[in-house]
């Protein structure tokens, strides 16, 4: 009677692992596969975000004469900016807590110099009078964009929060899926430290083992190991 029970219990086992009721997973299999996709990009500069802007910088300088004004020179750069935004794959951390996956960025990064679209650039001078030398001035201009564009793009990573953490998201989902570890999470959250108003941005893009039938079980079986039924 001990033997059919056995034979009973043994067959359902297989049963039950061959339709997908249990199933065991070892979470640092998940930490290796994340280290392997950041040793595998090697990017110090892994771009995440991109925005585009139509930027315009201005120099109004007088020239005087005995203290006195006697002109004024106006000078306008306007061009359209690609900003660039990307996370150093080094920095960033994984947690597997439940079907949830907590990856954490340090900050997001605009890569320099900021690039811009050379057919967009247009420069407008106005000289009034005796005003200063409008090349110098236009010169002086061009020399200090570089620095205004890096000031700029920094105000601008506000936006593109959103855009980034979707996109590295969807980065390491599509490499987990290649290794068959979509089932280990159902969500992955994405946290950029320096954000100043700190979001939490969780993406559902697969269904885990707990879905659509919920787990009733899962034991830590020791070494990474979780057993899980439903």
């Known amino acids: 009677m001990l033997v059919l029970i056995l034979v009973v219990v043994i067959g359902w086992v297989i049963w039950s692992f ?3 009721s249990f199933a065991i997973f070892n979470r640092t299999s998940m930490a290796s596969s994340f280290s392997q996709f950041v040793s595998l990009e090697g ?4 771009v995440i975000a991109k925005f ?11 020239e005087y004469l005995f203290g006195f004004p006697v002109g004024d020179t106006r000078v306008s750069l306007s061009l359209v900016a690609n900003y660039k935004y990307y996370v150093k794959l080094a ?15 340090p900050r997001l990064y605009l890569s320099k110099p900021v690039a811009f679209e050379l057919s967009s650039v247009r420069l407008n001078e106005q000289v009034v009078a005796f005003g ?16 205004e564009l890096a000031i700029k793009g920094r105000l601008h990573t506000a936006v593109v929060y959103d855009s980034a953490a979707k996109a590295l998201a969807e980065n390491f989902n599509n490499y987990f899926k290649t290794n068959n ?10 946290i950029f430290k320096d954000e100043t108003a700190q979001s939490i941005r969780r993406f559902t893009l697969n269904n885990g083992f ?6 009733i079980l899962e034991f830590d079986l020791g070494d990474g190991n979780i057993f899980i039924a439903r």
């Open 210 to 215: 707990c879905d659509p039938i919920p787990c």
């Open 132 to 147: 200063p030398d409008y090349q110098q001035l236009t010169d002086k201009l061009k020399q200090d964009s570089s620095t």
């Open 52 to 62: 585009t802007s139509n930027e315009t910088f201005n120099r109004h300088e007088y």
């Open 181 to 190: 570890m979509q089932n280990y999470y159902k969500d992955i959250v994405i």
């Open 18 to 20: 061959q339709r997908g």
């Open 43 to 46: 990017a110090d500069e892994y």
């Open 91 to 105: 920095e960033l951390t994984q947690t597997l807590e439940g079907d949830t996956l907590f990856i954490q960025a």
